[in-house]
Nanobody, 123 residues
């Protein structure tokens, strides 16, 4: 089970840190990813991390502004979001799954999902 938290309302240019805590399982063999879905739009990839190797991947739209990291002891993955823009407004979901490296940005390949946390960036 994945539990996402940390969303809220922030002004453009501000920062938020999202957390995704895993319970009942280890993440050591998984990819962990963040996806987002804005109103009226499809869910899109934001960032992912291969837990075992530490490799990280980002969507072009967030590269340089967002950072995915993990705390193994807490079985928690974080998404640090800086320089937020109004277009970052969305419900953010964390996900985990065992997948090929080439599939890191494909939502359908992730087996486990958190409930989503809303991020609203005001202009």
């Amino acid at each position: 089970q994945l539990q996402a938290s940390g969303g809220g309302l922030v002004q453009a240019g501000g920062s938020l840190r999202l957390s995704c805590a895993a319970s009942g399982r280890t993440l050591s063999t998984y990819f962990v990813g963040w996806f987002r879905q804005a109103p009226g739009k499809e869910r899109e990839f934001v960032a992912a991390s291969a837990w075992s190797s530490g490799n990280t991947y980002y969507a072009d739209s967030v590269k340089g502004r967002f950072t995915i990291s993990r705390d193994g002891a807490k079985k928690t993955v974080y998404l640090q979001m800086n320089s937020l823009k109004p277009e970052d407004t969305a419900v953010y979901y964390c996900a985990a799954g065992t997948l090929y490296y080439s599939d890191y940005d494909r939502a359908a390949k992730y087996a486990y999902w958190g409930q989503g946390t809303l991020v609203t960036v005001s202009s």
